[in-house]
Every structure is written in C-alpha cells, then in structure tokens.
C-alpha cells in the first residue's frame, strides 16, 4: 500500500455536478494540493457521494499535515486541468472512496516549513504599482503578487437570482507602492484562510492570482481562483524587504481606516439610531466627531414606451440635476414637485405604434 506525507497548500471548495450516468442525480468533487518538499508537490482529486465529499473536504484545512493512503496516480491532462488547478507535475493523485483513506498527520516542522516557501520564482511577482500603473492591459491575466495585509473584511453572504447561496470576503493589500488595492475572496476556502491574516504583520505571496478591471469601482482589483496558491509570511529576502518597510511606516494604515466605514462610504444614516447603514456602526458618530449632510436617497421606477426599470437608485448631486433642485428647499417647492418634464424628443412614428398598447379589440 502506498502512503504520501504532504502538508495541504492548497484547497477548493465541495461542488456538486449533474451525473451523467444516474440523470437527476449529483456527482461531488474537491481538489487539493499537498507538498512534500520545496520542489515537489502534486494535485489530489477525489469524486464521489455529497455526503463522502463533504465529510472528507471538511475533516482538513489548509495548513494541515495529511497522510493519503493508497491513492491512485494517474497522468493528467496538462492543458485541461492546470486551467483550473494550480500548475504541478505531470501526474496527480485520484482518491478513491472504498479504497483511499486521508487523514490527519502529526505536525512535521519539516513539513511545516514549506507552507513559507512560495510556489512559484520568489522574484517573478507584480508589485500593487505596476498593477496599477499597467492598468487595464493586466485585466483578465493571471500573476504572482507580493503584499501585505491592510485588513480583512467581514465575510459577506448572498443568494443569486436562481437562489444559489454565494459569499465573498474583500481584503485590502498594500505595500511601498500603493497604499491600499482589493483582492477579493469568493470560495470558502480562501475566505475562512484569510480570516487567520492579521493586518500589518502578515505578508502574502499569491501565486496565480487573476487581475481584472472593476467597472463599478473604477479600478484593477485582484481576485482568489481555483489555481491560487497563497503563501503567508514567505521565508524570502523579498519578502523580508516588504516586511521591513510595513514595519517602519505603521502610519500607512492609519491615514483612513477610521473613516473608512463612516465617512468614505458614503452610506445613509439612518436619523433614528444614529448609525450607518452599511457599517452598522456609531463610533464617533454620537461625538458628532463625523461630518453628515443631508441628501436625496430616492427609490425610482424609470419608463418609456419600452418598458419599465423598477427600483432604480437615485441619489446625492445626480437626484439634485435630475430635480432641479437641492436636497434643502422651501415647503412651497416641496409641495409642488409632483410631475416635471425632464426634456422630450419626437418619437419615431413606427416605433411608437409597435410599442402603444392596443385599445379593446
């Protein structure tokens, strides 16, 4: 029987897919990543039943030291799989429900070790400045970054419009070069990992990590996928140089986190309880320390002869130029705004009867 010692660097989260050959039922898969050495580590795949998946993916973390016994080894399909997986060895390791068995492997300083060595060239990294300064020909690439940990926000959970359950997690980096860039969390995985992170000590080497342009925020943000590995406080003298310069300008994150979530935000307060919306807090805010102005927040239903937008937020300097007015004005002026013509073009003529209801037939 053959065993492997590994420590887990790697991991995703249980997904479910529809089974080909039992149509209406699940098949449930998860990948991991172990490593045994500072140059070897290799891919683990395991399929099976929801209720062995689960039982199995949750019965390790990263971080921990595993004995797989008797797992199959196949070769992978390099272009398929490492589209999805971090990049390893030509061969990966199949776990098989009757006959593999992982678990737990007393802690190994060994093995301990090398969850501090990056897997990827320590030198070929992305500093958060030539993300930034590269811009939107990064968007889309997968790259190596080296920063530290500003802070780590609470995870966030969400259901989509088919009713799937989602969460994220946004965590802000930084490092001699910018002072503060996103990288966002989207699997349990890497969530609950960076719960663990603590903000001006912890230094991250995050191998494959995608780049995007965020529309909405008008920025690069980086993003955790399947083939990120992230290694913490990396044992490297780049890393150390980072590390020295966190430690010399505690100062970088002082500028805003205060004001981050009380006045940056730039969310509704609501009058009765004296706290913020989106931060739900009400530090500084009774200390009347927080400046506060008053401004439109309209729920609004847009129409033309097309259809109706239901729910469109309008709000602050862009409701004040659609009204014609400011967020203060006289009652008189207040009493008075019912309906108010924007502007109005001639309709094409063809259009508008495709489009007018029809009368009573």
């Given at each position: 029987m053959m065993s492997i010692i590994g420590v887990v660097i790697g991991k995703t989260d249980a997904k479910g897919f529809p089974d080909r050959?039992?149509?209406?039922s699940?098949?449930?898969?998860?990948c991991?990543?172990?490593r045994d050495s500072p140059s070897w580590f290799i891919n683990v795949n395991s399929w099976g039943r929801e209720d062995y998946i689960?039982?199995?993916?949750?019965?390790f973390r990263l971080g921990d030291c595993v004995i797989i016994e008797n797992p199959l080894v196949q070769t992978k399909e390099v272009e398929k799989e490492e589209k999805f997986n971090p990049t390893t060895t030509s061969y990966k390791l199949l776990l098989s429900e009757n006959h593999s068995v992982v678990r737990i492997y007393e802690a190994d300083t060994r093995l301990l070790s090398l969850l501090h060595l990056p897997v990827k060239n320590p030198q070929d990294f992305y500093s958060l400045g030539d993300i930034v300064a590269n811009g939107?020909?990064?968007?889309?690439?997968?790259?190596?970054?080296?920063?530290?940990?500003?802070?780590?926000?609470?995870?966030?959970?969400?259901?989509?419009s088919d009713r799937r359950k989602g969460h994220r997690c946004e965590v802000r980096l930084y490092d001699d070069s910018e002072s503060s860039f996103?990288?966002?969390c989207w699997d349990n995985e890497s969530i609950q990992f960076a719960q663990s992170w603590v903000p001006q000590e912890t230094v991250i080497f995050a191998s494959d990590i995608r780049i995007n342009f965020d529309k909405f925020r008008n920025c690069m943000i980086a993003t955790v996928i399947s083939k990120t590995?992230?290694?913490?406080?990396?044992?490297?003298?780049?890393?150390?140089?980072?590390?020295n310069f966190i430690r010399r300008s505690p100062e970088m994150l002082d500028l805003d986190d205060e004001m981050i979530d009380h006045v940056k935000c730039h969310y509704v307060i609501n009058e009765k309880t004296n706290a913020c919306s989106f931060c739900s807090s009400t530090n500084s805010l009774d200390a009347g320390t927080v400046p506060m102005?008053?401004?439109?927040?309209?729920?609004?239903?847009?129409?033309d002869h097309t259809g109706t937008l239901h729910f469109c937020s309008l709000s602050d300097t862009i409701a004040e130029e659609t009204l014609g007015h400011t967020v203060i004005f006289s009652t008189t002026a207040r009493t008075g705004l019912r309906v108010k013509l924007l502007s109005c073009k001639l309709a094409d003529p063809v259009e508008a009867c495709q489009n007018l209801p029809e009368k009573g037939k």
């Open positions: 050959k039992n149509i209406g699940e098949r449930y898969t998860f991991f990543t172990i689960k039982s199995l993916s949750e019965s939107q020909s990064l968007d889309g690439k997968i790259i190596n970054v080296l920063a530290a940990i500003k802070s780590v926000g609470e995870p966030k959970h969400f259901a989509t996103t990288m966002i590995i992230i290694t913490i406080n990396p044992d490297t003298a780049e890393a150390n140089i980072l590390f102005f008053a401004s439109f927040d309209l729920l609004v239903d847009l129409t």
